[in-house]
C-alpha cells in the first residue's frame, strides 16, 4: 500500500491542524493506521494509532486529549484532528500502515509516507 500525508503547515500555539494520509494499492482497511512524528535532533516517536475497525484508538500520553486519529476505510484515508498545538509538537508527521501487535512500535508497521511538517510557533 502506498502513503500519502499531507496538511501540514505552519499554526500558531493554541491552533488546529488536520493531517489526512491517502492511501492506495493494497486494501487499506486490513491496516493498523498510525501516525509517529520526528523533531530536529530527536527520535521518532509514537502519536497514535486506530485499529482496523476504527473501534480502537491509543495515544501518547503528550498528546491525549487534544489529538484525535480517525479512519474512514470507504475513503482509503486517515486523519489526526490536532488541537490545542503547543511548540513541542512541531516535528515531521509521518503515517504508517501494517499488520501489527505492538501499536506504539515504528519498526511493526509495514508501510510508510513521506512526512509532513507541522511547526507551530509561540
Known amino acids: 500500500v502506498q502513503l500519502q500525508a499531507s496538511g501540514g503547515g505552519l499554526v500558531q500555539a493554541g491552533g488546529s491542524l488536520r493531517l489526512s494520509c491517502a492511501a492506495s494499492?493494497?486494501?487499506?482497511?486490513?491496516?493498523?493506521m498510525g501516525w509517529f512524528r520526528q523533531a530536529p535532533g530527536k527520535e521518532r516517536e509514537f502519536v497514535a494509532a486506530?485499529?482496523?475497525?476504527?473501534?480502537?484508538?491509543y495515544y501518547a500520553d503528550s498528546v491525549k486529549g487534544r489529538f484525535t486519529i480517525s479512519r474512514d476505510n470507504a475513503k482509503n484515508t486517515g486523519y489526526l484532528q490536532m488541537n490545542s498545538l503547543k511548540p513541542e509538537d512541531t516535528a515531521v508527521y509521518s503515517c504508517?500502515?501494517?499488520?501489527?501487535?505492538?501499536?506504539?512500535?515504528?519498526?511493526?508497521?509495514?508501510?510508510w509516507g513521506q512526512g509532513t511538517q507541522v511547526t507551530v510557533s509561540s
Open positions: 504508517a500502515a501494517g499488520v501489527v501487535n505492538l501499536i506504539r512500535v515504528g519498526a511493526q508497521y509495514d508501510y
Open positions: 494499492g493494497r486494501t487499506f482497511s486490513r491496516y493498523v
Open positions: 486506530i485499529s482496523v475497525s476504527g473501534g480502537n484508538t
